[in-house]
């Protein structure tokens, strides 16, 4: 089973490009929305730097915070063993980190029951599940 890690500091993140690829790929479009004047507005590029939105639907020119509760694609809530996911770090490698993480994917066998260990900066690794008494 193939597993995306960050692996430094700075924590698990997924850029915008890598954003836009996981979604295309899971979904077959994306529609970007960036933030603008409390509200966020379509674009045709993605703009790194700016507060972005990722959807797989497209809800017009304009969008407001109850339409992205309810739409949002949160890149904390990918599943780390994500077919959709796997495919873009493997095709896109670099592009697909934020600016604090270095993702890369890590193998293990299809039958363990694992969790993300992270450390205190963000660094993380994969454990397997064991039992524990107190």
Do not use: Q
Request: one cysteine or more; hydrophobic letters at 35%; proline letters at 2%.
């Amino acid at each position: 089973m193939k597993i995306v890690i960050n692996d430094c500091i700075g924590g698990f993140g997924i850029s915008h490009f890598g954003m836009v690829k996981y979604v295309e790929h899971k979904y077959g479009k994306c529609f970007v929305y960036a933030f603008n004047n409390g509200g966020f507005n379509k674009v045709n590029d993605v703009p790194e730097n700016t507060p972005s939105v990722f959807l797989a639907t497209d809800l017009g020119d304009r969008i407001y915070d109850e339409h992205i509760v309810v739409n949002k694609i949160f890149e904390d809530e990918i599943k780390r063993n994500d077919e959709s996911l796997i495919y873009i770090v493997e095709t896109h490698g670099e592009l697909i980190n934020d600016s604090y993480s270095n993702l890369k994917i890590v193998e293990i066998p299809d039958d363990v029951k694992w969790h993300i260990g992270e450390g205190e900066m963000g660094g993380e690794w994969i454990y397997e599940e064991h039992r524990t008494w107190s």
